[in-house]
């Protein structure tokens, strides 16, 4: 049967390999020019595919290298195939695997450079360009006759096409390459990347499509061994970017692509009889080694030069991390050494103190004898002086215990109701005295069960109202109680001296004071930190908002509703 199909043989061929071809009726250099540019390109488009496998630009360039290897190999069966129906079915699919490279190579330099998926448009239109040629190839357009005597095929219209279209998909990668590179930003590698890819993959198809050109148009089909020859162009401009610029997540390609291609070269002269053929060829072929081994070389030294950077960079940092931890250390020290101090001189202050106000009310409740106006209003001024003392000595002795570890916490159920109904008849002399509106918004009917530490908790919302009451010279302060979901909600709303954002930002810092600050230097800084700590550990927090400076501000605190005891 297979005799029957390839009966008609061409005249100056003999089929002595696998019955079909003969190897000695191709032209010398056809070997050499054809396989290895198959294998290297091959192994690249693995290469990369296998390093990047999810990236679009990586399956393009493994299609153009299986089309390219394709089309290769059907090139070769034109030239040593032995039966005429064989070889005019190659020469009918030329077209058919010829122009995808083309299509597939404007695909590949607008997501190259673009770095992005083209438009469902565009995709259309090269679906488009392509349909064309599979509609004509099985028509009389593509080969419509074979010329037996010298056992090739006659090219039709459809041919005029796909040159034009060739050309047109060259002019098109320009055109994509040259806006892509206005559009980004002045020396950056990626230009640089744009213009070797792009020189790369026009040099190759200006190379194909100008020789096969050429073959038809003056029938010296010999010259089409030129064309693949670009293919070598391309893969060396993009063994460079791939080591310079580690394009594909690939790092050392560009060495095992050249010793890929030596080999391949060494192996095609296997297929050359002729010595002076040979002379040429590897005369050919030490220049192409000394070109893409210049580059490498030069690669390698940037590569070199940056890693031996890289490790001084790493050693540096080394140091500087060890610098780090030993100033780090030292720092936590000195934070202990300053935590300690403050308790011991808090402790130590204590007891002055103490003494200090008891005489000073016991003098102003004329313990020691009657006072006139004047003696007892500097009393007054001394016991008032004392207990704001002694205010900020019990501030700075909580934060040392809650720094230490040391604050204790006796958790009961506790009606928050009670806490806030006795904090807002205590701060109403005050609120008055200034002479603001002030008013307590409450559920009678709910206790707001939580479980806290009743005297802490009460610590935390009469610094909030107490900061509210100083910081509001004229207007109103509300204090609310409500409940929220599984939460309580405890709010202090004023029209007070408001908080900025920045001042907002570090408002719960250590020793941290607000624009209030600046009218109230009494208080210690430490308000607000311990207010929160506390609040923190009851599994709850301390916020604050403000529309800005002058617009007032409104301190919440949130407390779980639930009966388990925190740990």
Not at 43 to 53: A, N, T
Not at 58 to 74: A, E
Not at 310 to 335: H, P, T, V
Not at 514 to 539: D, F, P, V
């Amino acid at each position: 049967m297979v005799d029957s199909i390839f009966s008609n043989l061409c005249a100056d061929a003999a089929p002595s390999f696998l019955r079909f071809f003969d190897l000695s009726i191709a032209p010398t250099l056809l070997y050499y020019a054809y396989i290895p540019v198959v294998i290297i390109s091959l192994i690249l488009g693995l290469f990369i595919f296998i390093k990047d496998k999810r990236s679009l630009v990586s399956k393009l360039f493994l299609g153009i290298s299986i089309l390219f290897s394709l089309w290769v190999i059907n090139i070769i069966v034109q030239w040593v195939a032995v039966p005429t129906s064989l070889v005019h079915f190659s020469w009918q699919l030329t077209g058919i695997l010829e122009v995808p490279i083309f299509l597939l190579s404007v695909y590949f330099v607008s997501v190259f450079a673009k770095q992005q998926d083209i438009s469902l448009k565009s995709k259309l239109l090269l679906s488009l360009f392509y349909f064309v040629v599979l509609f004509f190839t099985p028509t009389a357009y593509n080969i419509p006759s074979f010329n037996l005597a010298d056992c090739q095929g006659n090219v039709g219209l459809l041919w005029k096409y796909i040159y034009a279209l060739e050309l047109f998909c060259v002019f098109w990668i320009g055109f994509i390459a040259i806006k892509s590179y206005k559009n980004l930003q002045s020396n950056s590698d990626n230009k640089n990347k744009i213009v070797m890819m792009t020189s790369g993959i026009m040099l190759f198809l200006l190379v194909f499509s100008a020789s096969n050109i050429y073959g038809e148009l003056f029938k010296n089909y010999e010259i089409n061994l030129i064309g693949p020859l670009g293919m070598i162009l391309f893969i060396g401009f993009t063994a460079y970017i791939i080591t310079a610029y580690k394009t594909f997540n690939s790092h050392v390609v560009s060495g095992q692509i050249l010793v890929y291609a030596l080999w391949s070269l060494i192996f095609s002269l296997m297929f050359i009889s002729n010595i002076t053929v040979i002379h040429y060829v590897v005369a050919v072929t030490f220049l192409l080694a000394i070109a893409f081994g210049i580059l490498l070389i030069k690669s390698i030294k940037r590569e070199v030069s940056q890693r031996e950077h890289l490790e001084e960079l790493s050693y540096q940092l080394e140091k500087s991390n060890l610098s780090l931890a030993e100033a780090n250390d030292k720092l936590k020290g000195l934070d202990k050494l300053k935590t300690e101090f403050l308790s011991l001189a808090s402790h130590q202050l204590r007891s002055p103190l103490t003494a200090i106000k008891g005489y000073a009310s016991m003098l102003s409740e004329g313990a020691f004898g009657s006072l006139d106006s004047k003696q007892d209003e500097a009393v007054k001024r001394i016991y008032t002086s004392a207990q704001g003392l002694t205010n900020i000595v019990e501030d700075l002795l909580n934060v040392s215990k809650i720094e230490q570890g040391g604050m204790k916490y006796e958790f009961a159920p506790t009606s928050l109701s009670t806490v806030v109904t006795t904090l807002y008849n205590e701060m109403k002399v005050p609120a008055e005295s200034k002479s603001l509106d002030f008013s307590l918004e409450m559920d009678n009917h709910d206790q707001f069960i939580v479980s806290a530490d009743a005297t802490k908790i009460k610590q935390v919302f009469l610094n909030l109202v107490d900061n509210s009451i100083k910081y509001t010279p004229k207007g109103f302060v509300k204090i609310s109680l409500k409940r929220e979901g599984g939460n309580i909600i405890f709010s202090v709303l004023d029209n007070g001296m408001g908080i900025s954002p920045e001042t907002k930002a570090k408002l719960f810092e250590k020793f941290s004071r607000g624009e209030g600050g600046k009218t109230n230097t009494g208080g210690s800084g430490l308000g607000l930190y311990l207010a929160q700590q506390i609040a923190r550990a009851h599994k709850g927090d301390v916020t604050i908002e403000s529309p800005g400076l002058g617009k007032g501000s409104t301190f919440i605190v949130t407390l779980p509703a639930s009966g388990s005891y925190p740990n």
